[in-house]
T-cell receptor, first 116, second 113 residues
Framework: DTAVSQTPKYLVTQMGNDKSIKCEQN?????MYWYKQDSKKFLKIMFS???????INETVPNRFSPKSPDKAHLNLHINSLELGDSAVYFC???????????????FGAGTRLSVL | QKEVEQDPGPLSVPEGAIVSLNCTYS??????FMWYRQYSRKGPELLMY????GNKEDGRFTAQVDKSSKYISLFIRDSQPSDSATYLC?????????????FGKGTKLSVIP
């Protein structure tokens, strides 16, 4: 029973297309995240939602839009895909945020996006 | 200067060796320190978690934090081929902003049978 699940695992698409990646966690966590891991394996935060509210929005093109219908789901929609968007995208979740909280994040298996 | 620096390797060791993986960080406000292990084509999984300075041991793994020198280490004793993975160090604040992890670039480790 996967704790953090992402779909699809692989996504191959043409430049200019719009695509979505879905993420669900069954851990009862309040906070969810999207990370991008580039070809050099550097893992960089993109967005974070706490209880359906956006709390981190790093410098990402506004072609990327996260959507959180409820606290168990955080989807990532990407418009007008570009070659440079090719990467592995990881969803993660953690129990709490805030003062003294342990921020142990649990990751999904990743979505490998290839833009041709 | 990046907030968390980590030598990307690759690091190749024979089975049974002691492995030492290291990170340095620049922000003295970091209080929580983690090591994640990432197997090829998988997501990172938490391996070790420490708060502030000191050592923490879990089986063959020991995490060490020296806040005075802003240095984080992970030691693997009796390394096994199954330890072959990329190891990422991560840090976070205590308090406001503690939801945000800052990762190192990861060190790729290969343990040769």
């Amino acid at each position: 029973d996967t704790a953090v699940s992402q779909t699809p695992k692989y996504l191959v698409t043409q430049m200019g297309n719009d695509k979505s990646i879905k993420c669900e966690q069954n851990l009862g966590h309040d906070t969810m995240y999207w990370y991008k891991q580039d070809s050099k394996k550097f893992l960089k935060i993109m967005f974070s939602y706490n209880n359906k509210e956006l709390i981190i929005n790093e410098t990402v093109p506004n072609r990327f839009s996260p959507k959180s219908p409820d606290k168990a789901h955080l989807n990532l929609h990407i418009n007008s895909l570009e070659l440079g968007d090719s990467a592995v995208y990881f969803c993660a979740s953690s129990q709490k945020t805030g003062m003294g909280a342990k921020n142990i994040q649990y990751f999904g298996a990743g979505t490998r996006l290839s833009v041709l | 200067q990046k907030e968390v620096e980590q030598d990307p390797g690759p690091l190749s060791v024979p089975e049974g060796a002691i492995v030492s993986l290291n990170c340095t960080y620049s922000n003295s406000a970091f209080q929580y320190f983690m090591w994640y292990r990432q197997y090829s084509r998988k997501g990172p999984e938490l391996l070790m978690y420490t708060y502030s300075s000191g050592n923490k041991e879990d089986g063959r793994f020991t995490a060490q934090v020296d806040k005075s020198s802003k240095y984080i280490s992970l030691f693997i004793r009796d390394s096994q081929p199954s330890d072959s993975a990329t190891y990422l160090c991560a840090t976070s604040y205590s308090g406001a902003g503690s939801y945000q992890l800052t990762f190192g670039k990861g060190t790729k480790l290969s343990v040769i049978p």
